[in-house]
């Protein structure tokens, strides 16, 4: 939305219409852009910063540029085409990674969805009951507070006792349920404010319609609230991601990408290329699930007419 | 019975007041207001800011309750009439949801109360005509200009046929011409349905030229101070010439001194004498 913005203001100058597809072009060209200088920071700084970083009293402040702390640019890119170890018939190592990464991002969509399911839930109860809403907000608010690392083992122990019928917990569940306690919040908060925002005017003339409080929710306050919704589901999406790959670490679940980081962290010292692998496949995972919940943006594009207004 | 119904009044506000309460203590709105509308009137409130004229319009839509007396809209309470939608309303600002298109705009309050969707859109259809915006259906409310929007307001008010249409100051954020405009378009438009109207604003020449009476009210408390009954020929037959004529300007100096308590006064604060 900003960058269409930015891309639309210098063309009013030269009096032509932009077309819609050239502001896109010009927004991923800046996106590119921004990409490259990073990559450029990073060897220009490999290139000209001292050997053992920045050292200031006891704290070094830049990182160290030897190859094992900042390989080349190429080097992780080169290594993620070559196989992931010297076994035989072992795989290549963007494979390896983007298997990891779906699965993790399978979990991470699975947290996301009962995440805002949980959150518009919570903003639906506290728009009906002002008690409820002042009753819950505070504890929401707070639930945010508590360390994950702490609580991801919690977690994890008491999924491991629920047992019902042929309903076996899963590991996975517990990770999803990490990823939902980060996606929720956002989304509680960002629909219980769209939900409070239709104007006086708005509310009255539903009144004199001599309308229910269900109806007021579907016709006025639902549509009403989209605009405040999309960046509360992207920003859910994105904790979503961040959640699940915490919650793999520190509930030591295989498969994942978490569990990567970790293991070629491990390896770094022999092959450092290898350990930037699972971070890049992190970044991806993020892009691609905020890039979903723009897709859905998109869709609902008649109920964001007043974001371009204001 | 048959007198009753012969004698029903589309609204009949007896001997109501109205106290908000505020940090400050009590503000008296409305006091004493007795008023009657008869079916297919075209009625005016006018009064400078404060003397509670959009107020009494909130009663007689039941958006708020008065404090004493009683407001009846077609021989039923003004609650019971909006649970039966016997009345449209049109505010100052539009207030159309930007979501929906015109012709969706002026279908939600025939959704609302469960209209088959065949009897919707021939409904619409025939308002978008009566408004006067064909082509713009499927326009949405941020591609219209002002007046247009508050021609789909007026419109979506109708949706449901009443025989009450209730206006807020609907051309206040119009401009002149514009205005001018619209209200020989409302004219015609409760000409052809046959609508009383109650019409609230702060425009001498405005309320003049659309009404058979003008309630004149004042402030601290809101009561009425005169009704001026408009001897210019019925709402249907008037047009722009009016607006020129002798007997125009006498109504206008008629509610203008009714505004300054029967004094010729030189201005009075808050109304508009354009």
Redesign the interface.
Known sequence: MQAATVARAPSRRTRTAPPASRARARAWGFGALGLAALAALWELYKLLGPADGLVIGEVRVLPRTSDLAMPHIWETAGRLFEPVTRAEGARVLWLEVAIAASLTLGIAAAGWIVGVTVGLLLALVMQRWRLAESAALPWIILSQTVPLIAFAPVVKSWGSRIEIGAFEWQDWMSVAVIASYLAFFPVAVGALKGFQSPDRLHLELMRSYSVGWWQTMRYLRIPAAVPYLLPALRLAAANAVVGAVVAEVSTGLQGGIGRLVIQYAGQASGDPAKAWAPILGAIALGLIAAGSVALMGALARNYRRTEDAS | MTESVITTDAVTVTAVDKVFEAAAGQVVALSGIDLVVEPGEFVSLIGPSGCGKSTLLRLI?D?DTPSSGSVEVFGTSAHQA??D?K?G?A?Q?A?L???RSVAANIA??L???GSSSVETRERVAELIALVGLDDFGDR???ELSGGMQQRVAIARALAKKPELLLMDEPFGALDEMTREYMQTELLRISAETGAAVVFVTHSIPEAVYLSDRVVVMSPRPGRIAAVVPMALGSTASRADDLREDGAFFEMITAVREALHGGAPASSARGVENR
Do not use: N
């Open positions: 839509a958006l909006r649970v939608q009345y309303i505010f600002q207030g949801l930007p979501w939600l309050p959704e609302l109360h949405y409310p941020d």
